[in-house]
């Protein structure tokens, strides 16, 4: 089955999102693949759709953050747009308040974890701002690192407003966050696109039947359960994971029920809650610096007990 592709674009407000996806979409355009767009605003009036041309398939979430108080629209929105428009790519652009991880558990959906291939989150950095920030709240300024370290790709834009000196300080210090992702300067987002194409999918998503190394970054992975399990093993395994496995979210059958629950766990707090009915046992795991053969290899054996 041929999978949807993903492209998060994250940054903060007035980076050069927009500026950014309407390069993309006019090389998406040029190569006739089918794509759709996913606008998030905080706001209840969206701002830069008309950036998006009329025969792109653009679903707008308004009046709230798709890591939150939204992410329930975003998942009907996203299936809808699988089921119905099947498109080769989908370019979400996030909120310029959104946070990364968060933004990728908002996305991962269990019922559409296994269709989709998330190729990379591209961050674009406002080279003045980011120099100057430390005008800004702390709450801001910890928002800006974050949208740094777990990028793939880094646009470090408006440099031509910066001198040679202030574009060499900038290129150090977001380097010396993330040295995982490629770094490129750049004046209104204008960014080579075969370094946007050339983000990998190999370790972002995997499933247990592929080989899964170590990633050094964050990542994310899906596992596929094919029958029910001893829940006290399960929580024993939970008990063992890293602190750096920030979110898993999923539907895990037990010995003892009927149907599935769907399992949620943030900050080493598993939640469950149980279903009425068959849902599909997709397991997603979002984390850094995670091994994420050894966790495959650990949940298959919960299958053999």
């Not at 041929?2 to 500026?19: D, V």
């Not at 829940?231 to 496995?245: C, N, V």
Request: charged content about 25%.
């Amino acid at each position: 089955m041929k999978k949807t592709e993903i492209y998060i674009l994250s940054g903060f407000l007035g980076s050069g999102k927009t500026t950014l996806l309407k390069q993309l979409l006019t090389d998406e355009k040029a190569k006739n693949r089918k794509v759709a767009v996913l606008m998030n605003e905080l706001g209840k009036v969206s701002i830069d759709s008309d950036a998006v041309e009329e025969d792109i398939p653009l679903k707008e979430l308004l009046d709230g953050c798709i890591c939150c108080t939204i992410q329930d629209k975003l998942e009907s929105q996203m299936q809808g747009l699988l089921i119905i428009d099947k498109p080769d790519a989908i370019y979400i652009e996030a909120t310029g308040a959104a946070h990364p991880v968060e933004i990728l558990d908002a996305v991962l959906s269990p019922l559409f974890a296994d269709r989709i291939e998330v190729k990379g989150i591209i961050s674009i950095v406002d080279g003045k701002r980011w120099l100057e920030r430390y005008s800004l709240s702390p709450q801001v300024q910890q928002l800006l690192i974050e949208q740094v370290r777990h990028a793939d790709l880094i646009l470090l834009n408006k440099t031509d407003e910066l001198t040679d000196g202030e574009q060499s300080q900038l290129t150090i210090e977001i380097q010396s966050l993330n040295s995982h992702a490629f770094s490129i300067l750049t004046t209104y987002a204008k960014v080579p696109i075969e370094h946007v194409r050339k983000l990998s999918t190999s370790i972002k998503i995997a499933h247990a039947r592929t080989h899964v190394s170590t990633d050094l970054k964050l990542g994310t992975f899906v596992y596929q359960f094919k029958q029910a399990i001893d829940q006290m093993a399960f929580e024993s395994f939970l008990r063992k994971l890293p602190d750096t496995i920030y979110r898993i979210k999923g539907y895990v059958k037990f010995h003892s029920s009927h149907f599935p629950s769907l399992f949620q766990y943030s900050y080493g707090t598993p939640l469950y809650m149980k279903e009425n009915m068959n849902m599909p046992l997709n397991m997603v795991f979002i984390g850094e610096n995670i091994d994420w053969k050894q966790v495959s290899e650990e949940l298959h054996a919960l299958e053999k007990k």
